[in-house]
C-alpha cells in the first residue's frame, strides 16, 4: 500500500520466487514462500488480497499482500515485498533504492513529524530501516499524500468493498527494510499494519492523521494510547530482530534495538 504493507513473520534470503499463490486463497496458520521459509500467522483464516509480480530481464519482484478479518471488521493487513536484485544495472538499481527509501519527500527511512520511531542503519549502498507509526486508514487506501500511489491500493479497496467489510479509521505500522549488495543483493520490505483494539488499545476521540492520539506530538496526553503503542514497540522489535536474524545479515549491520 505503499511505495513497494504484517504480524508475526519471518523471512528468509530467497534465489527465486519458489511458492505462488492466487488472489482469493485462503491460508492458515502458516504462509509458505518458499521450501526453507514458512510463516507463522496469528490465529483465523488469512485471505490473499494482492499479488503483483515484475520481471524484467534478469530482475524479478513481487508484492503479496495478505488480510485477516474479524466480526466483518479487517484487524491486519501483511505485505511483503520481495526484489531479487542481483547480477547487471547495479549502480542504478542502488541508487534507485537509496533515492527512495531516503530522500522520498512522503515517506522515507527518516525522521518525520508523524513517525513514533525510527531506526536506521546505513552504509554504501546497505541499509537495515525499521520504522514504526500509525496510519489514517481511509487516507492511505483513497487520497495518499504522494500523487504517484493514488490507485495503488485498488486490490485492497477491491477486496474490502466487494466483501463489505469494515476498516479500521487508525491502524498502527511497522515498516521493515533490509538491502546490502553484500548479502546476495536481494532486497526484503516488509509492511505490517494492526488494528489497534487487537492489543486491547483503549478507545480513540480522533481519528485523522494530524489529530489521532497516537500522534507523536498528542501521545504524551493520552497515556493510555502510549502504552498501546509502546507494546507494538516491542512487538516490532522482536520482529525485526527475527527479520534480522533469518536474513542473516551482518552483525555490525543490526539495528541496536533495546
Not at 511505495?3 to 488472489?23: Q, R, T, V
Not at 536484485?85 to 515517506?107: P, W
Request: glycine fraction near 4%.
Amino acid at each position: 500500500m505503499k511505495k513497494i504493507l504484517i504480524l508475526f513473520l519471518i523471512i528468509l534470503p530467497l534465489n527465486s520466487f519458489a511458492a505462488d499463490y492466487y488472489i482469493g486463497e485462503k491460508v492458515n496458520r502458516v504462509f509458505k514462500l518458499n521450501k526453507h521459509l514458512s510463516i507463522e500467522l496469528s490465529p483465523g483464516e488469512w485471505e490473499v488480497i494482492r499479488k503483483t509480480i515484475f520481471n524484467w530481464r534478469t530482475l524479478n519482484q513481487r508484492i503479496i499482500g495478505i488480510g485477516r478479518v474479524e466480526n466483518n471488521k479487517v484487524v491486519e493487513i501483511i505485505e511483503i515485498y520481495e526484489g531479487l536484485l542481483s547480477g547487471k544495472y547495479v549502480g542504478a538499481i542502488d541508487s534507485i533504492i537509496n533515492q527512495i527509501v531516503f530522500y522520498d519527500k512522503y515517506d522515507g527511512c527518516y525522521e518525520r513529524p508523524e513517525y513514533y520511531l525510527v531506526k536506521v542503519y546505513r552504509k554504501g549502498s546497505t541499509h537495515n530501516c525499521l520504522i514504526v507509526n500509525h496510519v489514517e486508514v481511509f487516507k492511505l487506501l483513497n487520497s495518499p499524500d504522494d500523487p504517484s500511489l493514488r490507485g495503488i491500493a485498488a486490490p485492497y479497496n477491491f477486496w474490502i468493498d466487494s466483501k463489505g467489510y469494515d476498516i479500521p479509521k487508525i491502524m498502527l505500522e511497522s515498516d521493515h527494510s533490509y538491502f546490502s549488495r553484500l548479502m546476495r543483493g536481494n532486497w526484503f520490505r516488509i509492511a505490517r499494519f494492526i488494528d489497534p483494539s487487537i492489543l486491547n488499545a483503549p478507545k480513540s476521540k480522533y481519528f485523522s492523521e494530524e489529530t489521532s492520539e497516537y500522534h507523536p506530538a498528542k501521545i504524551e496526553n493520552h497515556l493510555l494510547h502510549k502504552k498501546t503503542m509502546d507494546e507494538w514497540v516491542k512487538l516490532s522489535f522482536d520482529f525485526h530482530k527475527k527479520f534480522e536474524e533469518k536474513n542473516q545479515i551482518k552483525s555490525h549491520h543490526k539495528l541496536k534495538l533495546n
